[in-house]
């Protein structure tokens, strides 16, 4: 009887821990968050995750010293395969979550060509970037779309999974079965006033 009850006990103070871990991760994915103006750092689907990565795999092999940032990068899932595969290529993670990037930064130790900084994206300096990893929400993508088109060189591209840019064209639209499971391909193009053009406004 006194083991019955013992145990009884012991279940009883397991799910009262349970409950306290599962509600200190909601309360600090919450404030974390700064309350909603940053997502929490949700892991890209496995499918979708690795097609992406053979994407972007494919343009990296073809071109020369390109950096490659993660805005809002979480536990760095897609920059830590593309780092190990291609060394002669910089990787720039940008995670708000201090537990994240901490374990991204571990992860990557050994790592030169990769560095992650625990810093709001839309602070970031993103002027240097060939290609630009986006997985936000669908309320984050018209700021995010104002300072990629202000900020981003002529010609970066834009890997959106999930939420597309509602005022860019996609230049391709990558759709394994469900719109859960899509990702978009956006390009950067300024647009530059001609001589005619600047004359006429004179």
């Known amino acids: 009887m006194n083991l019955f009850l013992f145990l009884i006990l012991l279940?009883?103070?397991?799910s009262m821990l349970f409950i306290v871990v599962i509600s200190a991760i909601g309360i600090y994915f919450f404030f974390n968050s700064q309350f909603l103006?940053?997502?929490?750092?949700?892991?890209?689907?496995?499918?979708i995750k690795t097609k992406i990565i053979d994407d972007v795999a494919s343009v990296l092999a073809k071109r020369k010293k390109q950096v490659v940032m993660d805005l809002g990068s979480g536990w760095g899932t897609l920059l830590l395969p593309l780092a190990r595969k291609f060394p002669n290529h910089r990787f720039i993670g940008i995670e708000y979550g201090f537990i994240p990037c901490l374990v991204s930064k571990f992860r990557a130790r050994k790592m030169k060509n990769i560095t992650f900084y625990r810093q709001n994206?839309?602070?970031?300096?993103?002027?240097?970037?060939?290609?630009?990893?986006l997985f936000l929400w669908t309320r984050m993508m018209p700021k995010i779309s104002k300072k990629c088109q202000s900020e981003a060189k002529e010609g970066t591209l834009l890997?959106?999974?999930?939420?597309?840019?509602?005022?860019?064209?996609?230049?391709?639209?990558?759709?394994?079965?469900c719109k859960y499971d899509t990702y978009y391909i956006y390009e950067v193009q300024k647009r530059h006033l001609n001589k005619k053009t600047l004359s006429a406004k004179k």
């Open 121 to 133: 994206f839309f602070n970031s300096n993103i002027s240097k970037a060939d290609i630009i990893f």
């Open 159 to 177: 890997y959106v999974n999930r939420f597309p840019i509602p005022d860019m064209k996609a230049k391709r639209e990558v759709s394994l079965g």
């Open 11 to 14: 279940l009883q103070i397991l």
């Open 37 to 47: 103006s940053n997502p929490p750092p949700v892991p890209s689907s496995g499918k």
